[in-house]
């Protein structure tokens, strides 16, 4: 892979953490990076399912029952 990188992001990067090389700091970063996306996604899904009432039925059946289900046990 070639590309250009921030000279002061680079350095910083290898100030942190200066045992690793570039190639170690570059696969981290991209781990990170999909990691925060990951829970961004998992994030979103969250919120669209809160916003639905909850007697909304889904393949699982009604929320708003099944936490009187639970509360009733």
């Known amino acids: 892979m070639s590309t250009t990188v921030s ?4 350095e910083q990067a290898r100030a942190a ?3 690793l090389n570039d190639a170690t700091l570059l696969d981290r970063a991209l781990a990170a990076l999909c990691a925060e996306l990951r829970a961004a996604e998992i994030d979103l899904s969250y919120r669209i399912y809160e916003a639905l009432p909850l007697d909304t039925e889904d393949e699982w059946g009604n929320p708003a029952d099944f936490l009187d289900a639970v509360g009733s046990a």
């Open 17 to 19: 953490l200066p045992d």
């Open 7 to 10: 000279d002061g992001l680079l």
